[in-house]
């Protein structure tokens, strides 16, 4: 089946530094790939989408300065949270869409990164 | 703004129970899809539904999409200690765009 992965898993750092999360599709290609945030006992909200090859989308609400999204390739997108903050700690968890592969109309969701800003 | 409204938010049974939990939005989806996740892990999807009316079993588990694709429920039969975690429903919009409902955090009491 359709593999995603995150790297880190999970990451601490100090008040003030950027902190890049990772999201890969590991046996599929993905043109969109979602980014999402889950604050604790609360529900996955969407965040952006990322495509390949262009600007990511942002929800509203979203600092699209404060979230960088690269997606460089059909397999990999990244999140960069700059200048992190205790308020930006959270579960981020990305997902990547398989049709571009044949795969079903639906997504794949990576195993999340636990960010604590200390 | 929430756009899927889950219900009950939270919902404590012995093992053996019934139960029914709720996925209501005022938007139509293109489909709908049920989640299931466990602490410190991403959700794993349980079911799509793409008709209106649609009814599909899984094991257990019964999920039902509204005839109006507005709404979907999930029910469980004879719930087990292994179906503890958090079901998220998630409205999928213009074919790829999903939106989570605000989950129903389960908790089945062997």
């Known amino acids: 089946g359709a593999v995603v992965s995150q790297h880190p898993s999970w990451v601490i750092c100090k008040s003030g530094t950027s902190v890049k999360i990772e999201c890969r599709s590991l046996?599929?290609?993905?043109?969109?790939m979602f980014w999402y945030r889950q604050f604790p006992k609360q529900s996955l909200m969407l965040m952006a989408t990322?495509?390949?090859?262009?600007?990511?989308?942002?929800e509203q609400g979203v600092e699209k300065d404060k979230f960088l999204i690269n997606h460089a390739s059909l397999t990999l997108s990244t999140l960069t949270v700059t200048s992190a903050h205790p308020e930006d700690s959270s579960f981020y968890i990305c997902?990547?869409?398989?049709?571009?592969?044949?795969?079903?109309?639906?997504?794949?969701f990576g195993p999340g990164t636990r960010l604590t800003v200390l | 703004t929430q756009l899927l409204e889950q219900s009950p938010q939270f919902l404590s049974i012995q093992e053996g129970e019934n139960l029914t939990v709720y996925c209501n939005s005022s938007?139509?989806?293109?489909?709908l899809q049920w989640y299931r996740q466990e602490p410190g892990e991403g959700p794993v999807l349980l079911v799509t539904?793409?008709?209106?009316?649609e009814v599909k079993k899984l094991k257990r588990l019964t999920f039902q999409f509204g005839d109006a694709r507005k709404d979907s429920s999930l029910h469980i039969t004879a719930a087990q200690p292994g179906d503890t975690g958090l079901y998220l429903c998630?409205?999928?919009?213009?074919?790829?765009?999903?939106?989570f409902g605000s989950g129903t955090k389960l908790n089945v009491k062997p």
């Open positions: 046996d599929f290609q993905a043109t969109t």
């Open positions: 998630a409205g999928v919009y213009n074919f790829n765009k999903f939106y």
């Open positions: 997902s990547a869409d398989s049709r571009l592969a044949g795969g079903p109309d639906t997504q794949y």
């Open positions: 539904v793409v008709t209106g009316g």
């Open positions: 938007s139509v989806f293109s489909s």
């Open positions: 990322s495509n390949e090859g262009s600007k990511a989308t942002y």
